[in-house]
């Protein structure tokens, strides 16, 4: 699938993006080639075959063992900023 120029600027608009000229056959080209492997994906027969619950189904995977490892630190932390309530960093209001 080739994409047009029109279509380039576009998907640049959708995506707030601000493209000079010269920028889009890159993009075209880069963009078409994407679509293309989409488009070969999507004739691969998949007819019959059942969607996996993850890749390794059949393996054990080793978990480590759910523990603290470090202590909270939080107090300490908290000591260099410049104003803190109940545990929660205060900041200015930036929105009225």
Request: proline share 7%; aromatic share 4%.
């Amino acid at each position: 699938m080739s994409l047009t120029p029109k279509q380039i600027e576009r998907i640049a608009h959708l995506a707030r993006l601000e493209l000079a000229a010269e920028e889009i056959p890159a993009y075209s080209d880069s963009l078409s080639r994407i679509f293309g492997l989409v488009d070969e994906l999507d004739r691969a027969q998949t007819a019959g075959i059942e969607p996996m619950a993850h890749p390794l189904e059949d393996q054990v995977q080793r978990l480590r063992a759910d523990a603290i490892t470090s202590p909270n630190a939080r107090d300490l932390y908290q000591q260099n900023a410049p104003q803190v309530d109940g545990g929660l960093y205060l900041v200015p209001k930036v929105i009225e």
